[in-house]
């Protein structure tokens, strides 16, 4: 801990104590559990935005990233590059539903369109899947402070564990959002210096750089060989990811909650548009850093290959680099780990204790609850991170590799009460529950890549609800009001203001800014498929 030295420890300890006083300062506006919850929808869209960013890319991206691309080159960037096709689908189909709504879980959702079984199967799954996510991220952030200040990696966890706890209990999804903001700079600032002291570290010039990876092949960006055993083609990309990645935007209650912060749905589809546009440059950045430093270390294996961006920060030499390394890496994770505890605690509070423990309480007596919650959450999590201690491979492929077991079941619960006639809550259970088994089938006895695991488990889903929907009460005459054509037979019917503001409040109806994000799209393909061919 010594060699962390004075300007280090000042730097990440100034960013610390400004998380928690951000905190304590934001609890003074708390006063119900809505407002723990969502706010009081002043929130601007350009911070919730930046929080959404923020969330997802997390310590995962800033460690994980650089690894996994050092392992397996640039055709990683492949899996990152659907973004703006996943925003498409999401604020075109799933916002609509969630905001209209006015409720703070959007599995209520599933109670509306199937029944409360419905509801409190995909709250459990969600729940599960969530804790296994922010162990990863709890666990990639003691890494680092670890491996900096020396701290033991499992008092590391702790430590972490509570210092995003605290601020959460107490400034609720506000909190969040703003220290979100702050993050997200300390991020990008860290990466941004890391990138150029690296361009400049390197022995040869980043022209000759470039050229020598082109040769090892690793500067291969789309991979078109339709080969299901591969992760990172460009078909597992386009097709695989975009479906994982609408699971993880559309139906991922710590994503979706932010946005129901905004003040019109208008706000809500910008801040959703912020990831659209910047997703693809973040991580071209941290992947374009892994194979760089494929080149600047010649290839050689890491013990632990998560730690590659920080031995060379401390390698470096900078006064405060270390410290700022540090902070960023915390940043990275509280951004995602508070986002986690308010998330968690809104599903525990009002699927399940509000919902079956202790109706009709006053929200003083809920807001209480969702904070106890979040203690019990945080204490949790701290388990499964531990566990994880001993995994030396990418964080960012172990976490997607966890993730891939639960998203199919979760898109397929919602893709079934979008679009189909016939599915219902009977059968939703039966094809959630064979879905998962074929996901399990694949992962154990198949050389199927995970990525894949969504696409099938989804398509499981959907088949068998419907087969099992029909075969147990029949053909439905009439589409559920919260499919999709219900919602636009809804609005008609009842003469409903299709738009707020320019922006559609109805599903399905597309946005004309939303069309950007398709050309943006091809753009980005396009410049890959030059970027892979031009040197």
Not at 250 to 256: A, E, H, L, P, R
Not at 373 to 384: G, K
Not at 389 to 405: D, F, K, M, R
């Amino acid at each position: 801990m010594g060699e962390f030295g004075t300007l280090n420890w000042t730097i990440l300890v100034v960013y610390i104590l400004g998380n928690l006083l951000l905190g304590y300062y934001l609890s003074k506006r708390i006063s119900t559990a809505d407002h723990f919850f969502l706010g009081d929808r002043s929130t601007p869209w350009w911070a919730i935005g930046i929080s959404v960013v923020a969330t997802y890319v997390s310590a995962l991206s800033f460690l994980g990233g650089p690894s996994w691309a050092y392992s397996d080159g640039f055709s990683v960037i492949a899996l990152h590059a659907n973004y703006p096709i996943v925003i498409f689908v999401v604020i075109t189909l799933f916002l609509p539903f969630f905001y209209n709504s006015g409720v703070a879980s959007i599995y209520d959702y599933q109670e509306r369109r199937f029944g409360p079984r419905a509801r409190a199967l995909i709250s459990s799954i969600w729940l599960v899947s969530q804790t296994m996510t922010s162990a990863a991220i709890l666990y990639a952030t003691s890494l680092v402070l670890e491996f900096i200040t020396g701290i033991d990696v499992v008092h590391a966890i702790v430590i972490v564990t509570l210092i995003a706890l605290i601020y959460t209990a107490l400034g609720g999804i506000t909190a969040v959002i703003w220290t979100d903001v702050a993050q997200a700079g300390i991020l990008l600032v860290g990466a941004i210096i890391i990138l150029c002291a690296l361009i400049l570290e390197m022995p040869e010039s980043i022209g000759s750089t470039l050229t020598t990876l082109k040769a090892q092949g690793k500067l291969n960006p789309l991979q078109f060989d339709f080969n299901l055993t591969q992760a990172t083609t460009a078909w597992s990309g386009i097709i695989a990811m975009t479906l994982y990645h609408v699971t993880v935007y559309g139906t991922n209650q710590m994503m979706v909650q932010r946005t129901l912060a905004s003040k019109t749905i208008g706000d809500a589809k910008k801040s959703y548009l912020t990831m659209g546009f910047a997703a693809f440059f973040i991580y071209f950045l941290f992947i374009f850093l892994g194979v760089l430093f494929y080149s600047y270390y010649q290839g050689v294996e890491f013990e632990n290959s998560n730690t590659i961006i920080l031995k060379f920060a401390s390698d470096y030499g900078l006064p405060g680099l270390m410290g700022l390394i540090a902070a960023a890496v915390m940043a990275a994770s509280m951004s995602s780990l508070d986002s986690a505890f308010n998330s968690m605690s809104t599903v525990m509070t009002v699927d399940f204790y509000q919902k079956y423990i202790r109706k009709g309480e006053s929200e003083e007596h809920y807001l209480k609850a969702s904070r106890y919650f979040t203690i019990i959450i945080a204490l949790v999590i701290i388990v499964p991170a531990v566990m994880l201690t001993g995994s030396t491979g990418s964080i960012l492929l172990v976490l997607s590799n966890i993730g891939s077991y639960f998203v199919g079941a979760q898109l397929g619960m919602f893709a079934v009460g979008f679009f189909s006639k016939q599915a219902n809550e009977k059968g939703v259970l039966i094809g959630t529950a064979v879905g998962f088994v074929m996901v399990w089938y694949l992962a154990k006895h198949t050389d199927i890549a995970w990525p894949w695991f969504c696409a099938i488990g989804a398509i499981t889903n959907i088949v068998v609800t419907i087969a099992a929907s029909v075969l147990l009460d029949g053909f439905s005459k009439e589409y559920s009001p919260y499919s999709v054509r219900g919602q636009i037979k809804k609005f008609k019917e009842e003469a409903l203001e299709e738009k707020q503001d320019g922006w559609y409040l109805v599903p399905g109806k597309v946005d004309r800014v939303s069309y950007l994000l398709l050309v943006f799209f091809a753009a980005t393909m396009l410049f890959l498929f030059l970027f892979g061919r031009a040197f």
